[in-house]
């Protein structure tokens, strides 16, 4: 469910949302840092690929980078952020929503991590290449 009542349903096979088409919000217990996803499997390879079953700050998932205006919109009614950590992909929409995000919240430390995932356009795709790495080393032992 995203922040304003729509949905978000994708598989391997379909990507749809209904209305209203928005960013998803999670709240965490502690304030001060937030995450932003470009989308949901994004956030899910960060969880699995630091062992974690929750972040240690809000989260913001934007479904879309259409919705990236909604969401800066969203964070400037938050009080007590300090730094926003994105995963957005590495391509130009990516980088071009992570620019918006960054002048729009010049009071916020904005610290793009799309450079942990370099050569690959997301977060997800590189999960995946860990998944196939570890497992062609398996089969040559």
């Known amino acids: ?4 009542g729509g949905y978000s349903i994708r598989n391997q096979h379909v990507h749809r949302t209904s209305s209203p088409n ?3 919000y ?3 217990k502690k304030n001060g840092s ?3 996803f470009e989308g949901k499997f994004d956030f899910l390879s ?3 690929l630091e ?3 929750e972040l240690n700050g809000d989260i913001i998932i934007l479904n879309s980078v259409s919705n990236t205006q909604k969401a800066i919109s969203f964070i400037e009614s938050q009080k007590n952020l300090k730094q926003i950590y994105t995963y957005l992909d590495n391509d130009k929409a990516g ?3 992570e620019k918006v995000i960054k002048e729009a919240l010049p009071q916020l430390e904005v610290i793009p991590m799309n450079q942990s995932y370099q050569g690959f356009n997301d977060l997800n795709d590189f ?3 860990q998944k196939e790495l570890t497992q062609n080393h398996l089969s040559y032992e």
Not at 1 to 4: A, G, L, M, S, V
């Open 22 to 24: 928005s960013f998803s």
């Open 26 to 28: 999670l709240p965490a």
């Open 51 to 53: 062992g974690k079953e």
């Open 127 to 129: 999960l995946l290449s």
């Open 95 to 97: 980088k071009n929503a």
């Open 1 to 4: 469910r995203n922040h304003e």
């Open 46 to 48: 960060l969880l699995a």
């Open 34 to 36: 937030l995450y932003v």
